[in-house]
């Protein structure tokens, strides 16, 4: 299958908010989902983009039942890690159904990869649900480490009313 693996421009950004509400729907949290096609084009390309992402494209013949040539994509950022620097954490991966199996999925990682590498990053870091056991394998068949199994480091944050909570403690 051809495909082509490149930098997300503005013109993708309503087509890669319907592939990340596929992937939220997929991860049964569609609801969860707060962020809309202007805020992408506002915090990706009006100021400087503290993330960047990867989209999957098939040309027009092959697009998909439903007309769509973007099939899948990657977002990163920069992160930092007191013990090894630089380190780009990969926030979703995702390829449409119709699309897996194809090479795609693992052409997005391998252009994760290189940004990292690219940006002087000693790791790609990433979280993956416990009960996506096809994607567990994906990453480990890759190389990835289970941290959560092997260290016992468990993911944690705070969120909305406790992080308000937090800076108002901050004040006093
Ligand atoms: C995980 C995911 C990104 C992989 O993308 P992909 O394009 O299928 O990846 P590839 O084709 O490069 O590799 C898929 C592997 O599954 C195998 N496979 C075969 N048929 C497949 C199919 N119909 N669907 C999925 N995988 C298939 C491939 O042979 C390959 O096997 P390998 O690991 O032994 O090489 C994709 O399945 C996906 O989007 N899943 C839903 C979202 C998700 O789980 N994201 C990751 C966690 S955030």
Redesign the pocket.
Known sequence: MIYTIRPWAVRDVKEVMRLIRE?AA??KALDQVKTTPEDFVKDGFEKDATFGCVV?EVPPEAKSKEGHTLI?YQFHYLTYCTWDGPILF?E??????D???????????NKAAKIALEKGCSQFR????KW?Q??????T??GAVNVTACDHWELCHYEGEHVRKLAEYMRK
Request: net charge positive.
């Open positions: 992937a997929f991860h999957a899948g990969g979703d991966l995702y390829v449409a159904p699309f897996r199996g194809k090479g795609v999925g693992t052409s997005l990682l990433f979280i993956s649900t996506n096809p994607a567990l394998d994906f990453f068949k890759r």
